[in-house]
T-cell receptor
Framework: AQSVTQPDIHITVSEGASLELRCNYS??????LFWYVQSPGQGLQLLLK??????LVQGIKGFEAEFKRSQSSFNLRKPSVHWSDAAEYFC?????????FGAGTRLTVKP | NAGVTQTPKFRVLKTGQSMTLLCAQD?????MYWYRQDPGMGLRLIHY???????AKGEVPDGYNVSRLKKQNFLLGLESAAPSQTSVYFC?????????????FGSGTRLTVV
C-alpha cells in the first residue's frame, strides 16, 4: 500500500518569510498527490493536487508544490507566509481504494 | 450546499457503551470514507464504501462497524467503546474511486471514551 512521510512535526516561521514543508511518498505506480490544510477544530481543506503533467502545481492561498519523482517528494512552498497560514498541513497519496495521509506538520507563524 | 455533514460534533461515552456516528453528503458521491485522527499519526482509514450497500475494511477496522444503506449516508458504529477509541473522527466523500481526485471532508466528531 502507499505511504507518506512528513519529516517535520512542527515548524515555526516569521510572518513574511518563505515556507517549505517536506513530504516523501512511497507508491509503486504513478502517484496522485495532495496537500490538505486543517485549521484548529476544522476539517481538512484541499490546497492542491498533482496527477500528471507539469511538476509544479499551483494551489489556493498562494501555495505551490513541486513533484520530484527521483526524490519521491512533493514539497509544499509559499513565498511569504501570513499569520492566517498557521495550521496543520497534511500530505497525502492516493491509491486504488483510498488515500493515505502523513502524520502532519504543524505550522506556527511568529509576528 | 452543505457538502459533508457529521453528527454529533462532540460525544463522551463510558467504556462499554455503544454509539453511531452519522455522515451525510449531498453531492451524490459514490465513495465514502471514515478516518480517525490521532496526534502524531495523521489520518488513518477505518472503513470505506464504494457505493450504496457496500463496505470494506481500511487500515484500522477493529472495534468498528459501518453501514451504507442509502447512498447519501455512511454510518460508523462502536458496539462497545474503549478508551483507545478516543479520537477525532472524520468522514469524507469522493465522486471518483480511491484517492485519485481528492476528498470532501466533514468537520469531524470529537469522541472521548472514559
Amino acid at each position: 500500500a502507499q505511504s507518506v512521510t512528513q519529516p517535520d512535526i512542527h515548524i515555526t516561521v516569521s510572518e513574511g518569510a518563505s515556507l517549505e514543508l517536506r513530504c516523501n511518498y512511497s507508491y509503486g505506480a504513478t502517484p496522485y498527490l495532495f496537500w490538505y490544510v486543517q485549521s484548529p477544530g476544522q476539517g481538512l481543506q484541499l490546497l492542491l493536487k498533482y496527477f500528471s503533467g507539469d511538476t509544479l502545481v499551483q494551489g489556493i492561498k498562494g501555495f505551490e508544490a513541486e513533484f520530484k519523482r527521483s526524490q519521491s517528494s512533493f514539497n509544499l512552498r509559499k513565498p511569504s507566509v501570513h499569520w492566517s497560514d498557521a495550521a496543520e498541513y497534511f500530505c497525502a497519496v492516493g491509491g486504488n481504494n483510498d488515500m493515505r495521509f502523513g502524520a502532519g506538520t504543524r505550522l506556527t507563524v511568529k509576528p | 450546499n452543505a457538502g459533508v455533514t457529521q453528527t454529533p460534533k462532540f460525544r463522551v461515552l463510558k467504556t462499554g457503551q455503544s454509539m453511531t456516528l452519522l455522515c451525510a453528503q449531498d453531492m451524490n458521491h459514490e465513495y465514502m470514507y471514515w478516518y480517525r485522527q490521532d496526534p502524531g499519526m495523521g489520518l488513518r482509514l477505518i472503513h470505506y464504501s464504494v457505493g450504496e450497500g457496500t463496505t470494506a475494511k481500511g487500515e484500522v477496522p477493529d472495534g468498528y462497524n459501518v453501514s451504507r444503506l442509502k447512498k447519501q449516508n455512511f454510518l460508523l458504529g462502536l458496539e462497545s467503546a474503549a478508551p483507545s477509541q478516543t479520537s477525532v473522527y472524520f468522514c469524507a466523500s469522493s465522486n471518483r474511486r480511491g484517492g485519485n481526485y481528492g476528498y470532501t471532508f466533514g468537520s469531524g466528531t470529537r469522541l472521548t471514551v472514559v
